[in-house]
């Protein structure tokens, strides 16, 4: 899987491991072509063939082997690399198919009262954010030609390709989710900017300037920043795409001096503006547009939840057929591994009022 641990596993240890368990489980699905009796006895000698169930229990069998924590810890992580839905929402684990969480919508209010006079009563208002497991499956072909000899090389790919696949989706749910079933029903946060007025709603704005990213100055994103409450200031961050980062936001703080040559040669660890760290995700636009948000900012977390179900799953099957191709006759395995999550975007203002999370769009 490529990452060390607290375990104290190596990168090369990880990657070996998680390919024993892949080799292990090929074994037990297809038993009648594969039979890496080596990869099995590792991991029974290690315990990794005895993942158990959220809900509780142990099952062994077939299929329902989940990917051991230690695996799923790592793939999380690689997640978090190649994505930004777990790095910037709330991740809520769930221990059944919904959860509903309470949301503050609007506090007391306290009033001046005169002697003798009834106090003025308010009420704490409350709604709720509701979760709904849905089913995230990556499934493709594979050679058949597996061996024990490159267990290192088919566990790295395997993880990397899975996490990355998975990630991306995740990332296009955030953003640009739009209730269907490509999204898995989930509405991200375009579609719920779209909900507002763009120009009246104080947490959507367009640029002042004109309709092109070259035309975007400092006072755009200066704004930008201003209407974010304070209460989602702390722990607030852009989203955007590497490019807009680069042709934008770099030149400004050139221009204004904001980067030594130093910084421009060595790089930075985090990009930032104004102080504030800078999130990539090629899921945002890669080039201006005109009407288009091409940059989100803001307390992630206080506006989106995203629900962890369930651990993700490997199987394999040479049964098949994957888009009308025949396993058996090409020599192929399927692949297929699954996870379950939501995302919630929940938070985002009003057309009076700005919300943890705002947002910059091009003009018309």
Not at 1 to 9: I, K
Not at 10 to 17: H, Q, S
Not at 193 to 204: C, I, K, N, R, V
Request: contains cysteine.
């Amino acid at each position: 899987a490529g990452h060390a641990a607290g375990d104290g596993y190596t990168r090369e240890e990880k990657a070996y491991r998680f390919g024993q368990f892949a080799l292990a489980k090929a074994s037990i699905d297809l038993p009648g072509t594969y039979r890496f009796s080596n990869s099995t006895r590792f991991c029974n000698d290690h315990g990794m063939l005895n993942a158990s169930h959220l809900e509780g229990g142990s099952d062994v069998t077939g299929s329902h082997i989940f990917v051991p924590e230690e695996f799923g810890t790592d793939l999380i992580k690689l997640r978090e690399e190649y994505g930004v839905a777990r790095q910037l929402c709330k991740v809520v684990p769930m221990t059944s198919d919904t959860r509903t969480d309470p949301r503050w919508s609007s506090g007391l209010t306290a009033y001046f009262t005169g002697e003798g006079a009834a106090a003025t009563v308010s009420t704490m208002v409350h709604n709720q954010v509701r979760l709904t497991a849905k089913k995230m499956t990556v499934l493709s072909t594979y050679s058949s030609e597996l061996s024990e000899d490159s267990v290192i090389d088919f566990g790295n790919t395997l993880a990397g390709e899975m996490a990355y696949a998975e990630a991306l989706k995740e990332d296009q749910c955030l953003v640009d989710g739009d209730g269907t079933s490509t999204y898995g029903h989930i509405r991200g946060l375009k579609t719920m900017f779209a909900t507002l007025t763009l120009g009246t709603a104080p947490g959507y704005r367009d640029s002042a300037t004109s309709n092109t990213w070259a035309a975007i100055v400092v006072a755009d994103l200066t704004k930008l920043i201003s209407v974010v409450p304070v209460y989602a200031q702390k722990n607030m961050k852009f989203l955007c795409s590497s490019q807009f980062y680069f042709q934008v936001m770099v030149p400004l703080l050139n221009a204004a001096g904001g980067l030594t040559g130093a910084e421009m040669q060595n790089g930075l660890r985090r990009p930032m503006f104004q102080g504030i760290p800078v999130f990539f995700s090629q899921v945002m636009g890669t080039a201006t547009a005109t009407s288009t948000i091409a940059c989100f900012l803001g307390d992630f977390a206080m506006g989106c939840s995203f629900g962890d179900r369930r651990k993700m799953t490997l199987e394999f099957s040479k049964d098949a057929y994957v888009d009308s191709v025949s396993l058996f006759t090409n020599d192929l395995i399927a692949v297929k591994s699954s996870q379950r999550i939501d995302i919630n975007v929940h938070s985002i203002g009003s057309d009076t009022e700005a919300g943890p999370i705002v947002a910059l769009s091009t003009g018309s």
